[in-house]
């Protein structure tokens, strides 16, 4: 059974930083392509980052980049995103995904396996 468990979020202030984690169990790990999703309360889910299987390639969507890193330790069957510049628009519950594929997609239908979500609050 395919099991993928987030956590590291919390409520931080405008400007500062947290860092995601997504442990995966019940897959071999190093064959997913894996994705960060956040939802906001209202809104659609929207992609955020993802990695290749083998951390050879990632993608992050606009309103992230330079300020997310997606990335993955597949010795511990783990993916991370840090989150730096904090802004009030990027408060959701966000969300890990996997794939088998190795192309990074973006959309949300494209994943397979989710996680339960760790709610990211941030203040201004």
């Known amino acids: 059974q395919v099991r993928l468990v987030e956590s590291g979020g919390g409520l931080v202030q405008a400007g500062g930083s947290l860092r995601l984690s997504c442990a995966a169990s019940g897959l071999t790990f190093s064959m997913y392509t894996m994705a960060w999703f956040r939802q906001a309360p209202g809104k659609e889910r929207e992609f955020v980052a993802a990695v290749s299987s083998n951390g050879g390639s990632t993608a992050h969507a606009d309103s992230v980049k330079g300020r997310f890193t997606v990335s993955r330790d597949n010795a511990k069957n783990t993916v991370y995103l840090q989150m730096n510049s904090l802004k009030p628009d990027d408060t959701a519950a966000y969300y890990c995904?996997?794939?088998?594929?190795?192309?990074?997609?973006?959309?949300?239908?494209?994943?397979?396996?989710w996680g339960q979500g760790t709610q990211v609050t941030v203040s201004s």
């Open positions: 995904a996997a794939r088998v594929w190795t192309p990074i997609a973006r959309a949300p239908t494209d994943y397979a396996y």
